[in-house]
């Protein structure tokens, strides 16, 4: 059994290292016949990000822990669903995980959420949503106006609160693969094509480094690409 972790990053340099060390320690203790891998996803960085995710493949603690680390890396800054998707692409595992670097989606969450997943076979993904948020009123009443909008006029049940940050089996990944769109929205795909869905309350970490380059304009902008 094999657990994928797929992990975009973008001007992240010094959130990476921790970031894997962080992964490496969560997903340290798997039964036995189980692994894991760390897909890292440069999206164009204009920073020492990428050196950053090489230095990890030459980490000794890394190398001698129980995670197989490897990087893809962009020719330029695509935006976050073109990472997302050439990880998925990339992805061997019977398991996916979604999740950032930035540490605001701690990868111990991201274990229990992968244990919530297996305890219950009729599952086929476990969403986490931010059960404190930390942002402000009216991006959350946007937020919340955005979703009943996408919901009603598409027939979707959309999970509203529940972000990129998910586990799922590898038939909801060759689902998501099959959707060739050319105008891709991850939390928008993740309904349309069902699946049984648990949502997984959480609340994120302070950022540990940086800040956020992945901009709702920004995403929004950049969330057009050719994946024929």
Request: charged share 25%; proline share 4%.
């Amino acid at each position: 059994m094999l657990i994928s972790l797929i992990a975009p990053a973008y001007n992240e340099e010094g959130n990476i290292a921790p970031f894997a060390e962080s992964a490496a320690a969560a997903f340290s203790a798997l039964p036995e016949g189980w692994a894991c891998e760390l897909i890292f996803v440069d999206d164009g960085s204009s920073d020492r990000t990428l050196s950053s995710m090489h230095a990890v493949l030459e980490d000794v603690s890394i190398e001698k822990s129980s995670l197989a680390v490897s990087v893809v890396e962009f020719s330029r800054n695509f935006g976050k669903e073109a990472a997302l998707y050439a990880g998925l692409e990339h992805a061997e595992g019977d398991i996916c995980v979604l999740i950032d670097t930035d540490m605001q989606q701690p990868p111990a969450v991201a274990r229990q959420m992968v244990d919530v997943l297996l305890a219950d076979e009729a599952l086929d993904c476990v969403a986490a949503y931010q059960e404190q948020r930390k942002r402000g009123k009216l991006r959350n009443w946007c937020s919340s106006i955005f979703y009943r909008l996408l919901g009603a006029s598409s027939g979707m049940d959309v999970l509203a609160d529940a972000s990129d940050f998910r586990v799922f089996r590898r038939n909801v990944r060759d689902a998501l693969l099959g959707m060739t769109e050319y105008y891709r929205f991850s939390k928008g795909l993740f309904s349309w094509i069902g699946f049984k869905t648990k949502p997984f309350p959480y609340v994120p970490e302070d950022r540990l480094s940086g800040e956020t380059t992945w901009s709702f304009p920004r995403l929004t902008s950049q969330s057009t690409f050719d994946v024929t």
